[in-house]
């Protein structure tokens, strides 16, 4: 019997065959490892930092819109990075977990530029301390 996490995993997997080319699904899909769902943040394990990037930069709307629609609007996506897989190694592979950081909506924090600009305290930021104003001659 499969756990929450897999079924979840497999139907993500089905809607996600079904909007992308075969080739991309199974270079960057197949070897995603379902590791835990925690209410509804399922934590999927990746093979590398770049793969992580690559997902992040090229699927994350395809990724977020399969989990929302699995798990409900409030639904996240966490990784797990696989940072050391030492074929020789005898103890278990070394990981870091990875929220989603593209979810959510990008708030821009303005900054308030002085009008007044005759006030001795407001410098002008386009010039350069210590160097001497040329003249060029438009003839």
């Given at each position: 019997m499969k756990s929450k996490h897999e079924l979840v995993?497999?139907?993500c997997l089905k809607i996600i065959k079904d909007n992308i080319?075969?080739?991309s699904f199974k270079t960057w899909f197949d070897p995603i490892k379902p590791v835990k769902l925690d209410g509804n943040v399922p934590t999927i394990q990746v093979p590398s930092q770049f793969f992580y990037e690559w997902l992040e930069e090229h699927y994350v709307t395809l990724l977020r819109k399969t989990i929302k629609r699995e798990l409900g609007e409030s639904a996240k996506l966490?990784?797990?990075i696989l940072v050391?897989?030492?074929a020789g190694s005898k103890s278990l592979p070394k990981t870091i977990d990875v929220p989603n950081y593209r979810e959510?909506?990008?708030e821009i924090n303005e900054v308030s530029m002085p009008t007044v600009f005759s006030s001795p305290?407001?410098?002008n930021p386009f010039v350069i301390p210590g160097l001497?104003?040329?003249h060029v001659d438009s003839n």
């Open positions: 995993r497999e139907n080319n075969v080739q966490e990784y797990r050391d897989s030492s959510g909506v990008c305290m407001v410098k001497k104003k040329i």
